[in-house]
């Protein structure tokens, strides 16, 4: 089974930016639809952002929109996403994930269900 390992999550105050990193296999990297996604206790998981093999094509969730920033970085096999004026809204747990029946085209950001391989998520608190 593909791994994805994600890094980067921590505590910072409000205004304040992390970046997340993502690694995993060359195969997944280069093969499928990947994305960010996050869930707060007792909320849904939500779709952040996804990005289309080759980077082609990238969509963000509206609340992330003009904030965050999805890339990659083909020598490293990695994904990541900076996170720049962070709300306390933003606090969740955030993972990676690659949905292995896309890759030239993402499913909808919202639609979190059609990712099939997870990471393990990564921590970020924001304080006001």
């Known amino acids: 089974q593909a791994q994805l390992v994600e890094s980067g999550g921590g505590s910072v105050q409000a205004g304040g930016s992390l970046r997340l990193s993502c690694a995993t296999s060359?195969?997944?990297?280069?093969?499928?639809?990947m994305g960010w996604f996050r869930q707060a206790p007792g909320k849904e998981r939500e779709g952040v952002a996804t990005?289309?093999?080759?980077?082609?094509?990238?969509s963000y969730a509206d609340s992330v929109k003009d904030r965050f920033t999805i890339s990659q970085d083909n020598a490293k096999n990695t994904l990541y996403l900076q996170m720049n004026s962070l709300k306390p809204e933003d606090t969740a747990m955030y993972y990676c994930?690659?949905?292995?029946?896309?890759?030239?085209?993402?499913?909808?950001?919202?639609?979190?269900?059609?990712?099939?391989?997870w990471g393990q998520g990564t921590q970020v608190t924001v304080s006001s």
């Open positions: 994930a690659a949905a292995t029946s896309y890759a030239w085209y993402c499913p909808d950001v919202g639609r979190w269900y059609d990712y099939d391989r």
């Open positions: 060359r195969d997944i990297y280069t093969s499928f639809c």
């Open positions: 990005i289309s093999t080759g980077g082609i094509r990238i």
